[in-house]
């Protein structure tokens, strides 16, 4: 991602990029690409599975800046899987300008399940 935003005359020093990897068995993949991603550029934030209890969490998700959990299950808008997803989600926030790891929580409205 840095040398794609390279090509296209932004520095990966201060570029920004948004991942929302498919939830599966290829998310350890997908997080390993990130962590290393992260390290050259200003900002990256995914919206994850929030699987604590695996390698690719402990391995990667815990190198983030800014962890925050949503409370209950996101609903993908269009998305081919029907109800909410497969499992809890996070946002992990990879952030040069962070001082210290920061855990929050992000509620959802009780009344309407979070579309994303």
Sequence with gaps: WADHLAQHGV?????????NPPYGRTLRHWMKKITEEAQQLQTVVALIMARTDTRWWQDHAMQCDEI?????????????ISGAA???????VFDKRY?????KTVQLPRSESAKI
Excluded: M
């Excluded at 520095?11 to 991942?19: L, M």
């Excluded at 497969?86 to 992990?92: D, V």
């Excluded at 001082?99 to 855990?103: F, G």
């Design 99 to 103: 001082r210290w790891p920061q855990i």
């Design 11 to 19: 520095d990966p020093a201060q570029g920004s990029v948004w991942c």
């Design 86 to 92: 497969p499992a809890p989600s996070a946002l992990l």
């Design 68 to 80: 925050r959990l949503i409370a209950g299950r996101v609903h993908f808008v269009g998305s081919a």
